[in-house]
Antibody
Framework: EVQLVESGGGLVQPGRSLRLSCAAS????????MHWVRQAPGKGLEWVSG????????GYADSVKGRFTISRDNAKNSLYLQMNSLRAEDTALYYC???????WGQGTLVTVSS | SYELTQPPSVSVSPGQTARITCSAD??????AYWYQQKPGQAPVLVIY???ERPSGIPERFSGSSSGTTVTLTISGVQAEDEADYYC???????????FGGGTKLTVL
């Protein structure tokens, strides 16, 4: 059974940092690119960042470029998102996803508020 | 930046055919993927590579592509199909992923 389990979300003040993690199982993790996708309350899906299977190719949405860093550890079947200089508009449910196979986690909620 | 445009809403009666379009603003276009999302749930892939259907997805879901527009068609719509639908693709490099704004399908 495929599982993507996100963790690390929570309430954080503007300007602070947070690190999200995603534990993957049930598929060959190091064969695929992985992505973070977020959804603000009542809004649509927004792609945040993606990383190729070997970390050789990385992309970011303009809205997070320079503030967020994606990484992965294939030995641990894990994906990460380091989020710095958080803003109120980063408040969202953050999903870890394998977009090629259509696998999504249940998301972890990040709330940025003072 | 690369953008995908969807109609905000589509309404159909049960048993009718729903068509949801997704237009890219430029060529070339990578494959398109379609997701269904119901309230409080994670998205579910219903079409991949423009027209392929994952196992477990009902045959009434189909996809097609023409030029810079892809279309999700739901034939014989059922009440359970009421949901938000999102198209997704990538830019020509395949590095930057983009989602359409989403279409709310209402089954009257």
């Amino acid at each position: 059974e495929v599982q993507l389990v996100e963790s690390g979300g929570g309430l954080v003040q503007p300007g602070r940092s947070l690190r999200l993690s995603c534990a993957a199982s049930g598929f060959t993790f190091d064969d695929y690119a992985m992505h973070w996708v977020r959804q603000a309350p009542g809004k649509g899906l927004e792609w945040v960042s993606g990383i190729s299977w070997n970390s050789g190719s990385i992309g970011y949405a303009d809205s997070v470029k320079g503030r967020f860093t994606i990484s992965r550890d294939n030995a641990k079947n894990s994906l990460y998102l380091q989020m710095n200089s958080l803003r109120a508009e980063d408040t969202a449910l953050y999903y870890c996803a394998n977009l090629k196979l259509g696998y999504w986690g249940q998301g972890t909620l990040v709330t940025v508020s003072s | 930046s690369y953008e995908l445009t969807q109609p905000p809403s589509v309404s159909v009666s049960p048993g009718q055919t729903a068509r949801i379009t997704c237009s890219a603003d430029a060529l070339p276009k990578q494959y398109a993927y379609w997701y269904q999302q119901k309230p409080g749930q994670a998205p579910v892939l219903v079409i991949y590579k423009d027209s392929e259907r994952p196992s477990g997805i009902p045959e009434r879901f189909s996809g097609s592509s023409s030029g810079t527009t892809v279309t999700l068609t739901i034939s014989g719509v059922q009440a359970e199909d009421e949901a938000d639908y999102y198209c997704q693709s990538a830019d020509s490099s395949g590095t930057l992923v983009v989602f359409g704004g989403g279409t709310k399908l209402t089954v009257l």
